[in-house]
């Protein structure tokens, strides 16, 4: 098969760097791909912060989350291999990336969520013609699937946590809210991003790497799979209680994550339930956002993290905005503020 | 007094021009004092509208909406001639930018409303530090308490509709949306704006003169203030029934606005409750932006144009987005997509 992607050759004689370089060379190959997403700040938010907020609103992004920029990279370079097709598990985000990304070069795709995923996630990967299989509520159970779809038709595997490109890639957000903070004058203490996997953390900290910003994380306490893996001193699996934050609820973290974060990220936030709700309504009142419940567990920890006062200028990754309305309408009927 | 804004001097020797011109030059008063509000597309409102959609979201402006824009320039003007202090009616909109300007310049400011003002908007109004009154219903009820304000206090008056420097800055939102879109390698066939009192509509007109691009209202069929006064050939009081786009519900258009616009306007778009609401839903589904619902008048006024197959590339003014939270929380619940 002959490669269709623009940078085909390019991806096929170049492996991954994980490094800042890495992350470089990513932003160059899916520029033009993805959208440049704004940096929105909230007068609102940042006087009950006590701090500035430097939103990057990758809700806004091709396919509602900044899934898509790892995806475009891991598949560009399947196919300049001659890949048949792909096969992917994830949440929601993640397998919405890889089916847009296939649909790019006509590649069939296989995605496999678990059976409560939210049903607008599932609804529009089916929309770019892809498959879907619905399959357990774990991860161990939906990597199962993915495998045996792999041998079955010869499809290619693009894992949301372990694979090289999709870590650089989803390190390119973090690449571009620097920039673009640089670009305005500002200038970044920390950066605070979501964890599900792992994925955006780890490119959050090859795109850091010698800049002097810190790195934080935020997950739910429901499944707080960095914080037992950093006690453990590896990757664990954890007993995930539920949560909205749906995108979060990867119940063990990636080993690829674990070694680029373990001994780099400054600390991890694990957020409670109420907050991550609340976090999800101060975006949308005060932001003008319609955030997910991943994205809102990223805000709350920055709210955590300016109220310490630790930071004065904190990057948040907006990660996505895939969200159930059921859901903004029920956060919106609490009205604590 | 002693002028204290950055341009008083030049500000006060200069009288606003109602042109392109004059346009470009209140850009440039303004610069860095408003924030230069993203352009955002989205794939699945492009998709069901069948038109690019270029969304100018001043919902993320200073304030939550584009009044910043001519209440600056305004306030900037009266207080480089001394101005003891400002009072202003409005819906809500026009009536918070004007109290964000005074308070830039520790001025006193009062601010009239309708009694049945969106709740969020007073609060904000009252959060900085400017004083609130609501009287009555009525366009004529709340210019009367302005005029008593005036002559009591000795505020000056910020007129909403016939302010020059007010219709110069509006205009700056579409100067700017032109600008990104240019920049973006697009090009405008038509943009569409909410009216209201008719600065948006006045201030496009303006902006756009001599581009070739058209400029459409969309206003609620509740209140077919401009419709009227097209119709009759001149401002006239409608029958105003009651419409969830709060900041749609002048009853009358100004003669200032209705001059400049009354032979520019391609057309005048009435939108139904209903088709207010629906606009309101997808934009913050689909664009992930929340909206108040004079904003989402003009997309669905824009969805109406790209329905009808008449423009390709459409820029819509996303006006603000100061909405009570309690009325999104009832748009979510319709569903109907």
Request: proline residues 5%.
């Amino acid at each position: 098969m002959t490669p269709t992607g623009p940078n085909a050759v390019a991806v096929a004689d170049q492996p991954p760097l994980l490094s800042c370089a890495g992350v470089h060379d990513a932003r160059h190959r899916i520029a033009g791909r993805v959208v440049q997403t704004p940096v929105i700040r909230s007068d609102d938010l940042e006087r009950m912060a006590g701090a500035r907020l430097w939103l990057k609103a990758e809700n806004l992004q091709r396919g509602g989350s900044f899934k898509i920029r790892g995806a475009l990279l891991a598949v560009d370079r399947l196919v300049a291999a001659g890949s048949r097709g792909v096969v992917a598990q994830s949440t929601g985000n993640h397998a919405l990336a890889v089916a847009l990304a296939a649909a790019q070069h006509r590649l069939p795709a296989v995605l496999v969520l678990p059976t409560d995923a939210a049903p607008t996630k599932v609804r529009r990967i089916r929309e770019t013609g892809a498959e879907v299989l619905q399959a357990g509520t774990t991860l161990a159970e939906r990597v199962a699937v993915v495998e045996e779809v792999g041998e079955t038709c010869g499809y290619d595997a693009v894992d949301p946590y372990q694979n090289p490109d999709v870590v650089a890639g989803q390190g390119t957000a973090t690449a571009e809210l620097l920039h673009q903070v640089d670009a305005a004058d500002g200038r970044l203490d920390a950066v605070v991003l979501p964890v599900g996997g792992g994925s955006a953390v780890a490119g959050a900290v090859l795109a850091t790497a010698g800049q002097g910003v810190d790195v934080y994380a935020a997950e739910p306490g429901a499944v707080p799979a960095l914080t037992a893996a950093l006690r453990a001193g590896g990757p664990v699996t954890v007993d995930a209680k539920p949560t909205i934050a749906d995108g979060l609820r990867p119940d063990r973290i990636g080993r690829l994550p674990y070694d680029l974060v373990h001994d780099a990220v400054a600390e991890v936030f694990t957020i409670d339930e109420d907050a991550i709700a609340e976090a999800l309504r101060l975006a949308l009142v005060h932001a003008r956002l319609l955030v997910e419940p991943a994205a809102a567990t990223a805000l709350a920890g920055a709210l955590r993290l300016a109220a310490a006062g630790r930071a004065r200028d904190i990057g948040v990754l907006v990660s996505g905005g895939n969200v159930e309305t059921g859901l903004v309408a029920s956060v919106l009927g609490r009205q604590t503020s």
